[in-house]
């Protein structure tokens, strides 16, 4: 979430009751066992949004691994190299000692005893009202909780997933009339009917286990509900092998990264790649998260695609840079353009200790709006993980660089050991088919089909499709026989559908609700002069096209 003076004004957000049920009557998302009430944190697939997915998926795996950056050069002027790798979900529990995940990889977690209800304590935030036409509230010198309100007496106490006060919008969609880098945000908003100023502060952890006895229950309001907050690890634990026994504890991963970094070596000492190359990495991760929740958006199942990109720590800040800005430019080329999708650069006070820059690719989700929610994280984190695994596993993690360190007198290079830096862009692939179909869907009255999903073509599990205009006449026949033209060009892309039932106005609004870019229509001009309709998706508009020409202008729209 972002900082509210970064806050653009924003249109009304879509309705996210409105895109769930359409992914679920359109077979894009679906509740994980959804016939036994569901289970809280996982979701499942459907057809469409299976192939959306992969669609994802396979267009990071192109731009990042096997042609990385479009073929651009990186910033030492040559081509940027990367090269795949893939680990399992269960490691040595060492790894994660090594991470520092056993120890602290932690959500602080309350619980309400009345309702059952619970939250992160680090989600809680006190908010501080007063009259508007009294001076501005500040929280200076007073007690956590106490109210200074046109309603005295009452506590208000407020959830939200930011992870600092700064970026306090989208709790309620206010706009701050002042925000101080202190970590507190001044709003003008309403108040049990009564405008007032709000300044909102997070509790600290160390007001919250003091005065969790008096802190009002978020759920309930009233006091003495909560519980103490304490730490719970994210990491899901299972057993490996039959016994069972405390040694054979594991861990499902919570990220796919550390793979990689126990891999560095391996990779470096098996393939041509020299410093500096990235390895890319892409599955399923686990994390227990305390409160999933916003759809498919912190969920406790799901995918990462991550790039530990490995150089000499010289050239480290050069290339942090250079891949902060093409991963939001990969973004936006996918279809998050416009003022929905921000980079946002982190405070130095929210670093961690052993990085020294990290940017968010934030999208403005509806739940979110009209602030933004992570996308990705692209970390600069110095050669942290490499000490890490040294250090607990003994192996040696140094890369020795041939192409650096001393001439010899024989004119060859002595060659420069170091362990090397790591840029990682870290992106969510669910958090990145959520926010393309959020920003896909697409509401417009005036349409004989009002909703409709806005993809780009590249991603769109459905690149065309193929109408008879009536089921006779030799129409079916030659809708066929492009039908199979098309799937046997593109089936690697996505799905070309044929249909002849219903009207053609109803197979239209099909396709659209299913984002389908184009669909094709055979009739009565094209048995005579061997042409077809197209009729394209956002516009609704109508052209001609030779059927011979089909094939070339799918394949040009979809960038094949
Ligand atoms: N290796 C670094 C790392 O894992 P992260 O910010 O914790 O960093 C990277 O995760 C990305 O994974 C996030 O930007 C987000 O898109 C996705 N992600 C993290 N937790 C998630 C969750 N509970 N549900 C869905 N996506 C999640």
């Given at each position: 979430?972002?900082?509210?003076?970064?806050?653009?004004?924003?249109?009304?957000?879509?309705?996210?009751?409105?895109?769930?049920?359409?992914?679920?009557?359109r077979g894009f998302?679906?509740?994980?066992?959804?016939?036994?009430?569901?289970?809280?944190?996982?979701?499942?697939y459907g057809p469409l949004g299976a192939q959306l997915k992969k669609n994802l998926r396979d267009a990071w795996w192109q731009d990042?691994?096997m042609r990385?950056?479009w073929g651009?050069?990186?910033?030492?002027?040559?081509?940027?190299?990367?090269?795949?790798?893939?680990?399992?979900?269960?490691?040595?529990?060492?790894?994660?000692?090594?991470?520092?995940?056993?120890?602290?990889?932690?959500?602080?977690?309350?619980?309400?005893?009345?309702?059952?209800?619970?939250?992160?304590?680090?989600?809680?935030?006190?908010?501080?009202?007063?009259?508007?036409?009294?001076?501005?509230?500040?929280?200076?010198?007073?007690?956590?909780?106490?109210?200074?309100?046109?309603?005295?007496?009452?506590?208000?106490?407020?959830?939200?997933?930011?992870?600092?006060?700064?970026?306090?919008?989208?709790?309620?969609?206010?706009?701050?009339?002042?925000?101080?880098?202190?970590?507190?945000?001044?709003?003008?908003?309403?108040?049990?009917?009564?405008?007032?100023?709000?300044?909102?502060?997070?509790?600290?952890?160390?007001?919250?286990?003091?005065?969790?006895?008096?802190?009002?229950?978020?759920?309930?309001?009233?006091?003495?509900?909560?519980?103490?907050?304490?730490?719970?690890?994210?990491?899901?634990?299972?057993?490996?092998?039959?016994?069972?026994?405390?040694?054979?504890?594991?861990?499902?991963?919570?990220?796919?990264?550390?793979?990689?970094?126990?891999?560095?070596?391996?990779?470096?000492?098996?393939?041509?790649?020299?410093?500096?190359?990235?390895?890319?990495?892409?599955?399923?991760?686990?994390?227990?998260?305390?409160?999933?929740?916003?759809?498919?958006?912190?969920?406790?199942?799901?995918?990462?695609?991550?790039?530990?990109?490995?150089?000499?720590?010289?050239?480290?800040?050069?290339?942090?840079?250079?891949?902060?800005?093409?991963?939001?430019?990969w973004w936006k080329r996918i279809g998050l353009a416009?003022?929905?999708?921000?980079?946002?650069?982190?405070?130095?006070?929210?670093?961690?200790?052993?990085?020294?820059?990290?940017?968010?690719?934030?999208?403005?989700?509806?739940?979110?709006?009209?602030?933004?929610?992570?996308?990705?994280?692209?970390?600069?984190?110095?050669?942290?993980?490499?000490?890490?695994?040294?250090?607990?596993?003994?192996?040696?993690?140094?890369?020795?660089?041939?192409?650096?360190?001393?001439?010899?007198?024989?004119?060859?290079?002595?060659?420069?050991?170091?362990?090397?830096?790591?840029?990682?862009?870290?992106?969510?692939?669910?958090?990145g088919v959520?926010?393309i179909l959020?920003e896909a869907y697409t509401?417009?009255?005036?349409r004989p089909s009002?909703e409709f999903m806005k993809f780009n073509p590249r991603v769109a599990p459905i690149k065309a499709a193929v109408f008879p205009l009536v089921g006779?006449?030799g129409m079916p026949e030659v809708a066929d026989k492009l039908h199979a033209e098309l799937s046997a060009r593109f089936w690697r892309l996505g799905a070309i559908e044929c249909d002849e039932k219903q009207t053609i106005g109803k197979r239209y609004a099909r396709m659209d609700e299913a984002g389908c870019p184009f669909c094709f229509t055979i009739d009565g001009d094209t048995l005579k002069d061997q042409t077809v309709t197209v009729r394209d998706r956002d516009t609704g508009g109508q052209q001609r096209i030779g059927i011979d020409k089909v094939s070339a202008f799918v394949a040009d729209k979809i960038g094949e």
């Open positions: 979430m972002t900082d509210p003076a970064n806050t653009t004004a924003s249109p009304a957000p879509k309705s996210m009751d409105a895109i769930m049920a359409l992914c679920k009557r998302i679906f509740q994980a066992s959804d016939i036994y009430g569901g289970i809280n944190g996982f979701w499942d990042m691994i990385p950056c651009a050069n990186g910033p030492n002027g040559q081509p940027v190299r990367c090269v795949p790798l893939e680990t399992r979900i269960i490691q040595h529990p060492k790894v994660w000692e090594a991470s520092g995940h056993v120890a602290g990889f932690n959500d602080p977690m309350v619980d309400d005893k009345e309702t059952k209800g619970r939250f992160r304590a680090d989600h809680l935030i006190g908010a501080f009202c007063a009259p508007i036409d009294a001076p501005a509230p500040t929280t200076a010198g007073l007690p956590a909780f106490t109210i200074v309100s046109s309603t005295p007496g009452e506590a208000v106490t407020i959830l939200t997933d930011d992870k600092k006060l700064r970026k306090l919008l989208g709790v309620d969609g206010l706009e701050p009339v002042a925000a101080s880098s202190s970590g507190q945000a001044l709003f003008k908003c309403e108040y049990k009917g009564k405008p007032v100023h709000a300044l909102f502060a997070q509790v600290p952890m160390e007001t919250l286990k003091a005065q969790f006895g008096n802190i009002p229950s978020p759920f309930t309001g009233k006091p003495g509900s909560l519980t103490e907050p304490r730490q719970f690890n994210l990491m899901f634990k299972t057993y490996v092998g039959a016994t069972a026994s405390q040694d054979d504890i594991a861990y499902l991963r919570p990220e796919t990264a550390q793979g990689i970094f126990v891999h560095f070596k391996n990779v470096a000492d098996t393939t041509r790649v020299k410093m500096p190359f990235g390895i890319g990495n892409v599955g399923t991760s686990f994390r227990n998260e305390v409160t999933p929740r916003n759809f498919t958006f912190r969920s406790r199942e799901f995918e990462q695609m991550e790039l530990e990109f490995f150089c000499h720590p010289d050239e480290s800040q050069e290339w942090y840079k250079f891949w902060r800005d093409f991963r939001m430019e416009g003022e929905n999708l921000i980079l946002r650069e982190h405070d130095k006070d929210e670093l961690s200790h052993y990085s020294c820059g990290t940017s968010d690719v934030e999208y403005r989700f509806p739940f979110t709006a009209p602030g933004f929610g992570e996308l990705e994280g692209i970390a600069h984190r110095g050669n942290f993980d490499l000490t890490q695994h040294q250090k607990h596993s003994g192996a040696k993690m140094e890369y020795n660089d041939t192409e650096r360190g001393e001439i010899l007198p024989n004119g060859g290079r002595r060659g420069e050991r170091y362990l090397p830096h790591c840029i990682e862009p870290a992106a969510g692939l669910d958090r959520l926010a959020c509401k417009d009255e005036s009002p006779k006449d």
